[in-house]
């Protein structure tokens, strides 16, 4: 009897030792462990790219330039919008948010679905259970700028002031400067804001602005007279970033992204970039605090997710189409004029939108990788320079200071090119400062090629034939004007 008890106590024990093996190897596993509400670093903030915020991504150089035996002359200036409010398509998904919340909420307090490994730390638990979404931000505010996105452009305007007194003086003249916006609320409240940094308070009601002939803004917006970008832009089936959206590492992410909340199935991808969307706006539009979605992903996802936005870019702005190195001729011929005249204004300052501004970039042959960014490389490419977050934050600026530097034996006319307060380094230049005459050289296709040609290849609309006529008779009436 003693001997059949002692057999009975060893198969229970093999029994509840096997039922243990089984429930673990059932429970979820997912990533590694991480904590966004006690991350001190944070350094994921910095990769959110084109809704990085510009507190985090700006550079120090333009306050460390100075350059002995050299006087600035003239500076011109583009800069896209400060943090603006989402879409009106993202507000109405808000709450959708909510559900998804209270979905989180019930895996991990009642089925108790958490995974093993990887699971939300109390503190990101509890931002997102308390999370609410902003009630005053409705569809009718869509894109609008935001209190941040005002200080954005004000502390921009100061930051070149003072390292450029002599051109961005605090008085206001209109023989020295030049500024042109688009039609657009959070551009027009950047330009004011700029404004109000360089010259006060509500200054900017006495300043005249440019604007485009008979409505038609082929200088800041080309990509709206183009049918040929905006068909490339549409295209979505076969392209690098629709491939690694259904890439074996994308669909690892999201089931982690997934596992990590609790469920026990994958969410759809545009749950998971809805998430992440508001993470970025929230962390944007108040950089101190902690964004409740962010703690839904660690650091290695948003990896992967930022890979797969600047693949989005690169082939809507970027290297990844032809079209693009074409469609800012008029604003690159636009810099080298106004920086090749001797005559006012001394100061040209445009505010515009992503698009324009990574073109432009793709267009000057800056930021380019020997390998191209693909579906298939992201490993490769953790320090590659077509990193969005960099190039294009909110408020990301491109500016062009002319300076004359008479000790020089060589070429006394000297241009810097900044790059969100970052010198940009150019293998043709001596230490990011270049000689205008090879300036000149290397963008002579733009200063004295036929924007009407080059613009939208031959795939433009009727405007382009326009181009070249209404280019030289803005710029005609404006130093008549100035």
Do not use: H, K, M, Y
């Given at each position: 009897m003693k001997v059949l008890w002692i057999t009975v106590i060893l198969a229970l024990s093999q029994y509840e030792a096997h039922a243990q093996q089984q429930q673990q190897q059932q429970q979820p596993q997912c990533c590694e462990e991480y904590c966004f509400g006690t991350d001190k670093d944070r350094p994921q903030t910095l990769r959110f790219t084109s809704k990085t915020a510009y507190l985090l991504a700006k550079g120090k150089d333009v306050e460390r330039n100075i350059l002995p035996n050299c006087s600035p002359t003239k500076i011109w200036t583009l800069s896209r919008h400060g943090t603006r409010l989402p879409s009106a398509k993202t507000i109405e998904k808000a709450g959708h948010l909510e559900e998804i919340r209270s979905k989180i909420v019930n895996n991990y307090k009642v089925l108790k679905t958490k995974p093993d490994t990887g699971a939300l730390c109390m503190e990101d638990l509890f931002s997102i259970q308390t999370w609410k979404f902003n009630s005053s931000i409705t569809p009718e505010k869509e894109n609008m700028l935001t209190s941040q996105g005002w200080e954005d452009l004000k502390s921009l305007a100061k930051t070149y002031q003072r390292q450029y007194p002599s051109i961005l003086t605090k008085d206001y003249r209109s023989e020295n400067f030049l500024f042109r916006h688009t039609e657009i609320q959070r551009t027009e409240e950047s330009f004011k804001a700029y404004a109000e940094g360089l010259f006060g308070p509500n200054v900017w009601q006495n300043i005249h602005v440019s604007r485009p002939v008979n409505g038609t803004d082929t200088l800041l917006r080309p990509y709206d007279y183009c049918p040929k970008w905006e068909e490339n832009n549409s295209q979505k089936e076969g392209t690098e970033f629709e491939n690694f959206k259904n890439s074996a590492l994308m669909t690892k992410t999201i089931a982690d992204i997934s596992t990590r909340l609790g469920f026990l199935y994958s969410l759809e991808f545009k749950d998971i970039e809805l998430m992440w969307d508001m993470c970025r706006y929230?962390?944007?539009?108040?950089?101190?605090?902690?964004?409740?979605?962010?703690g839904a992903f660690t650091r290695a996802q948003l990896k992967v997710l930022e890979y797969y936005d600047d693949l989005r870019y690169y082939k809507k702005s970027g290297y990844g189409s032809e079209i693009n190195s074409k469609l800012p001729c008029e604003v690159i011929k636009d810099m080298l004029f106004h920086l090749n005249s001797k005559t006012k204004p001394n100061a040209v300052t445009y505010f515009a939108h992503s698009t324009v501004i990574q073109a432009m970039v793709?267009?000057?042959?800056?930021y380019k990788d020997e390998e191209a960014p693909t579906s298939s490389n992201y490993e490769s490419m953790e320090n590659r320079q077509w990193r969005i977050s960099k190039i294009d934050p909110f408020a990301s600026n491109l500016v062009a200071v002319k300076y004359?530097?008479?000790?020089?034996s060589v070429d006394t006319e000297k241009?810097?090119?900044?790059?969100?307060?970052?010198?940009?380094?150019?293998?043709?230049?001596?230490?990011g400062l270049c000689d205008w005459s090879a300036v000149m050289k290397h963008y002579n296709d733009f200063y004295n090629g036929n924007c009407a040609e080059m613009f939208c290849q031959s795939g433009a609309s009727s405007i382009s034939s326009l181009l070249s006529l209404s280019s030289l008779l803005v710029a005609a009436i404006v130093y008549l004007i100035y």
């Open positions: 929230e962390q944007a539009w108040n950089v101190d605090r902690v964004s409740a979605w962010c793709t267009a000057l042959g800056w004359d530097c008479p000790a020089d241009v810097l090119f900044l790059l969100n307060q970052n010198t940009v380094s150019l293998n043709w230049c001596s230490v």
